[in-house]
């Protein structure tokens, strides 16, 4: 685990794994500290930005914090029903030398974890995807993905909470409201979530 | 009281003109930017002006053009820097009333970028996230100002301050921007040392998301040549090095995540300057030392 400076208010901690990741961000959200105003976890940080004066408070915590075991924390679990007809279907079938229906199998019967949300708001990046569906994504993006679109690329799994554009393969999409900013809790995922799909026919 | 809603209506908006607030910080792990006034000094400064709380929701105005139609009786204060205020075609010092029917025109500023008008009451419209701000990156937040929008305006809950002079914000032709270094500030060769030799010209391609600055490339050290940086957490401030070398400096609608390294941060107190700095201002980069106690905290043995 290493820290680096960021700015006056922030440090960014870096570990070696998504595993370490969620085992940093978990410690710091148990501690509950009322001077932490962001926890944003990403593949390989943890960034911790407090209100002025308050990293020492954040050091304590992290000098605490063993990377290597994830903190006992309650997680929410979330499902998502998704209509596996994207466009890339075929496209991960054979590329993963299997048919379409096994990838279905795969793709929703894995469990999943919420790693990180970025890119768009309520956009999480979900670990847990079945090696066959690891795969990279397309040479060109596309200039538009539909919102609720459900993708693979790389170790990772998502669904677009709306349009934007994007290079991940599509497999299926999804009715469920990713994010919605009116909403008292805006976005269906946050780091740590549990999350599985569920095939709709 | 009456029974009519307070309201304003939006009669011209100019280049650009946004409802902002102070923000809606803590949902950056959602992939929500912070959003809010780029200028906060001079929101929260109207805001005290017309007997708001300091973080009410007012107007982000680029380049002037703004003009308000008062259909409740108001106060008005215009900040940030120098900028001719109107009322019904008369020059006026703000903050000032208005009463029904009264027309509000904000001009363009004699230097800077952005004025902020706060009306007694705030703009009350639907908070998304805790907060009112317009944030052009994510879409959330209420649209930019169309010509014959009609806002909301809350009750007011504190009596103006009585002052009649402002001293505007002053908007330099050269900007000096103190940097801290880090998080990536190893990517580079000789970090300190490029930073303060560097000289750059503010872009015109610069917007809310951040602030692009052309002139001096700043170089990786060797051994981070074409590496790639897994995308991590950003702050406002944070200066990001992308794959050209020229440095952009992240304002309030920043993205969350970015994967170029960022080689340091500007730190809060120095980014309301940069809200105000018009393309083609020479900037330069002054590298801070870091305190001392928190380079033990951050450097352990």
């Known amino acids: 685990m290493r820290l680096r400076r960021c700015g006056t208010d922030a440090v960014l901690v870096e570990v070696d794994s998504l595993d370490e990741v969620e085992a940093v961000r978990a410690a710091v959200a148990a501690a509950a500290l009322p001077e932490v105003v962001e926890l944003v976890p990403a593949a390989r940080t943890v960034l911790v930005t407090t209100r002025p004066g308050g990293l020492a408070a954040v050091r304590r915590v992290l000098d605490a914090v063993d990377p290597a075991r994830r903190a006992p924390v309650a997680a929410r679990e979330v499902v998502i029903p998704v209509r596996y007809d994207g466009p890339d279907l075929e496209l991960v079938a054979s590329t993963a030398g299997v048919p379409v229906d096994e990838v279905v199998r795969l793709h929703s019967s894995a469990r999943y974890t919420v790693a990180f949300c970025g890119f768009a708001p309520g956009f999480g990046y979900l670990v847990g995807l079945p090696e066959p569906l690891r795969q990279p994504r397309l040479d060109s993006p596309r200039t538009k993905v539909p919102a609720g679109s459900v993708g693979v690329a790389g170790e990772y799994t998502a669904a677009y909470p709306r349009a934007t554009p994007g290079g991940w393969r599509l497999i299926g999409r999804t009715d469920a409201p990713l994010f919605d900013p009116r909403r008292a809790e805006p976005a269906l995922l946050a780091p740590g979530d549990r999350v599985r799909f569920e095939v709709v026919a | ?301």
Do not use: K
């Not at chain 2, 946004?18 to 809010?36: E, I, M």
């Not at chain 2, 050209?244 to 980014?271: C, N, S």
């Open chain 2, 1 to 301: 009281m009456n029974a009519v809603a307070r309201s304003v209506t939006v009669l011209r908006t100019g280049p650009q003109a946004l409802v902002q607030d102070l923000g809606r910080p803590g949902h950056a792990h959602l992939g929500v930017p912070p959003s809010g006034a780029l200028d906060r000094p001079s929101l929260a400064l109207a805001n005290r002006l017309v007997g708001n709380p300091e973080g009410a929701a007012g107007l982000e105005v680029l380049l002037g053009g703004l003009v308000l139609r008062a259909n409740a009786s108001c106060t008005v204060a215009v900040t940030g820097p120098w900028a001719p205020v109107l009322v019904n075609g008369v020059h006026r010092d703000s903050p000032c009333h208005l009463a029904p029917g009264d027309e509000l025109a904000v001009g363009a500023p004699e230097a800077g970028l952005r004025c902020y008008v706060a009306l007694s009451g705030g703009v009350a419209v639907p908070a998304e996230l805790g907060s009112r701000a317009t944030d052009l990156l994510s879409g959330i937040g209420p649209d930019p100002l169309r010509d014959g929008d009609e806002l909301p305006l809350g009750d007011p809950v504190g009596p103006p301050v009585g002052v009649d002079v402002l001293v505007p914000a002053h908007v330099p032709d050269e900007l000096v921007v103190p940097v801290v270094l880090g998080p990536r500030d190893d990517w580079f060769d000789g970090a300190a040392r490029q930073l303060t030799a560097g000289r750059w010209v503010v872009s015109d391609r610069g917007n809310r998301v951040g602030l692009r600055l052309d002139g001096t490339a700043l170089r990786r050290a060797p051994e981070h040549l074409g590496r790639e940086l897994p995308s991590e957490g950003l702050v406002t401030g944070a200066v990001q090095v992308p794959a050209d070398g020229q440095p952009v400096v992240f304002l309030a609608d920043h993205p969350t995540t970015g994967g170029y390294p960022v080689i340091g941060v500007v730190p809060e107190p120095a980014l309301p300057a940069l809200a105000q700095v018009r393309p083609g201002t020479p900037l330069r980069l002054q590298v801070l030392p870091a305190p001392p106690e928190r380079a033990v905290d951050y450097y352990p043995a």
